[in-house]
């Protein structure tokens, strides 16, 4: 009985000492060296990606994300898609409402209202759903090539740049789809209006 529970409390012992052994092999594994191998490869092969596909200005300041939307009140801008979280990456999500939710009613049609007073010379019937309808996350950084050339008259307006000039402006900045098939085509609103700035000076 004795040299039984002695084998028995050996054969224990030396269970917990593999099983130690396996999670600090598994520790170091996949916690230090995978990361740092993934991190390094990623910083070699895709580094603009890897850091965050920041944008700069003229001026190699960091203005922000081509991942991320920010919100333009000046209506000499191009306007991005609504977002109830106002673009704050740390909350990305949006309210799950129906169509017939009172409070998504009440922004849609106050998001008309405010379409009507910037935009006077556009056709309410030429508004882009999407200017007024907020996407999953609430951060998306794109707007459809409808939705910036009905924002023309009125950038044109307050800026004195042609429409032939917008227009052209939006044209390169168009983006197609991603292999040609997936996706749509976009526009990041940040990028046009970082040239739109510079064809202002």
Not at 17 to 24: C, G, M, Q
């Amino acid at each position: 009985m004795n040299q039984s529970a002695s084998s028995s409390a050996s054969g224990g012992g030396s269970i917990l000492i593999i099983a130690i052994r396996a999670s600090i092999a598994f520790i170091i594994l996949c916690g230090i060296i995978y990361p740092l191998v993934s991190t390094g490869l990623a910083q070699l092969l895709f580094p603009h990606q890897a850091n965050g596909s920041l944008i700069k200005n003229a001026e190699g300041q960091i203005i922000g994300s081509s991942l991320i939307g920010q919100s333009f009140t000046d209506p000499a801008y191009f306007q991005g898609r609504v977002s109830s979280i106002d673009y704050k990456a740390e909350a990305s999500g949006s309210n799950n409402y129906a169509p017939s939710n009172p409070d998504m009613l009440k922004r849609t049609q106050e998001s008309i209202a405010a379409w009507k007073a910037a935009n006077p010379d556009v056709p309410i019937s030429k508004l882009p759903i999407a200017l007024i309808t907020n996407s999953g996350s609430g951060l998306d950084p794109h707007i459809t090539p409808s939705s910036a050339e009905v924002q023309i008259p009125r950038i044109s307006k307050l800026t004195g740049l042609s429409t032939d000039t917008l227009e052209q402006l939006v044209q390169k900045h168009t983006e197609g789809r991603d292999l040609g098939v997936f996706g749509e085509p976009r526009i990041n609103v940040l990028e046009l209006n970082i040239e739109l700035i510079q064809l202002r000076k």
